[in-house]
């Protein structure tokens, strides 16, 4: 967006376009949010300078960190795999240098993630609590391949874990557990939990099972199953 600005020195009117860019890498400015994405190299900090739209999936191939400084991500690209979505060679790390900072959604996925994502600080927004409204997806395929979650601070709409997961700070308002998660006593879960017996990541180390406190209400994802809490840990009997 730009701004047209109009001086007065008492002689003469002068008039000035400043460009708003939308986000910065290595101190260089580009004009849209995928413009910024696309030229950070392995290690790079892409970081938001405005408000900006997201109209485009983003594949993460490497280490980026997003720094949301305050503004806000709107996502109005819908993908099954996240409108951003990170490969298994992908890693992902969000943070909010300024405070305010989220990435919004309508709904539908907002990351996907087959690779590793750590979220220590925004808020990531996620639709009505349904699999097709998720802030994260972790993701499991085939054995090894999953995705590799760390949140350590911000607040999570919605995770849905086939994964491996471990939260220890910030907040997350729902949850639907296939993998292996472990949440911290310091963790606020202010929506749902649901668990399941782990058949839809079987090879993820610990699927299905939920590290947590004993406090925390679980409901149970499989039909005709009960929950049960052993050794620190939320457990799913068919």
């Known amino acids: 967006a730009r701004i047209a600005r109009l001086f007065w020195d008492g002689k003469i009117l002068y008039y000035q376009q400043d460009t708003q860019n939308a986000a ?13 994405f696309a030229a950070a190299e392995d290690g790079a900090t892409v970081k938001l300078l405005n408000d900006a739209t ?3 999936k983003i594949t993460v191939k490497k280490a980026v960190t997003l720094d949301l400084n305050g503004c806000t991500l709107s996502e109005t690209v819908t993908d099954s795999y996240g409108a951003i979505y990170i490969g298994t060679a992908g890693n992902l790390t969000i943070t909010d240098s300024a405070t305010g900072g989220k990435i919004a959604t309508d709904g539908g996925i907002v990351i996907g993630n087959y690779g590793t994502v750590t979220v220590a600080g925004g808020t990531i927004e996620a639709g009505a609590a349904a699999e097709d409204d998720t802030s994260i997806y972790n993701f ?3 054995g090894s391949t999953y995705g590799k979650l760390t949140v350590n601070g911000g607040k999570v709409g919605r995770i ?7 939260i220890t700070a910030g907040e997350v308002v729902d949850i639907d557990n296939s993998g292996a998660m472990t949440i911290a006593d310091a ?26 406190p ?17 050794d620190g840990k939320w457990l799913v009997q068919v």
């Open 24 to 36: 910065e890498v290595g101190g260089v400015e580009y004009a849209t949010f995928a413009e910024a």
């Open 54 to 56: 997201l109209a485009e």
């Open 140 to 142: 499991y395929y085939n």
């Open 160 to 166: 849905w874990n086939c994964g491996n997961a471990n």
């Open 187 to 212: 963790v606020t879960v202010s929506g749902s939990v649901v668990i399941k017996d782990g058949s839809d990541a079987a090879e993820v180390p610990g699927a299905g099972t939920l590290t947590a």
């Open 214 to 230: 004993e406090s925390l209400t679980v409901q149970v994802g499989n039909d005709g199953a009960d929950a049960f809490y052993v």
